[in-house]
């Protein structure tokens, strides 16, 4: 069974960084993206990035471009999103998803298997 945990959120003021962890326990598929997805209040659901962990492919949403970096340690299973330059609007819950349905690039999008539960980051001016 697999199991999808983030931690890693919290409050920072602008321009600030975080760095969020995802563990994917049981989750070893190689072929299927993984993804960092966030939800402001009364707002959708966006993408932020996707990673291919066989390829290392990664692919940003325009937003956080040349702000966000997203990782994969496939011995720890673990999936990472360090956040830099921080800005209000980043404020929202981060959900990590793992095994997404459709084939292609990992382009934040789309049906995704397995989701965790999310961790808040709040960003203050």
């Known amino acids: 069974q697999v199991q999808v945990v983030e931690s890693g959120g919290g409050s920072v003021q602008a321009g600030g960084s975080l760095r969020l962890s995802c563990v994917a326990s049981?989750?070893?598929?190689?072929?299927?993206?993984m993804a960092w997805f966030r939800q402001a209040p009364g707002k959708e659901r966006e993408g932020v990035a996707g990673?291919?962990?066989?390829?290392?492919?990664?692919y940003y949403a325009d937003s956080v471009k040349d702000r966000f970096t997203i990782s994969h340690d496939n011995a720890k299973n673990t999936l990472y999103l360090q956040m830099n330059s921080l800005k209000p609007e980043d404020t929202a819950m981060y959900y990590c998803?793992?095994?997404?349905?459709?084939?292609?690039?990992?382009?934040?999008?789309?049906?995704?298997?397995?989701w965790g539960q999310g961790t808040q980051v709040t960003v203050s001016s």
């Open positions: 998803a793992a095994g997404r349905t459709s084939i292609g690039n990992c382009y934040p999008s789309g049906d995704y298997n397995y």
């Open positions: 990673i291919g962990t066989g390829s290392g492919s990664t």
């Open positions: 049981g989750y070893t598929d190689r072929r299927r993206c």
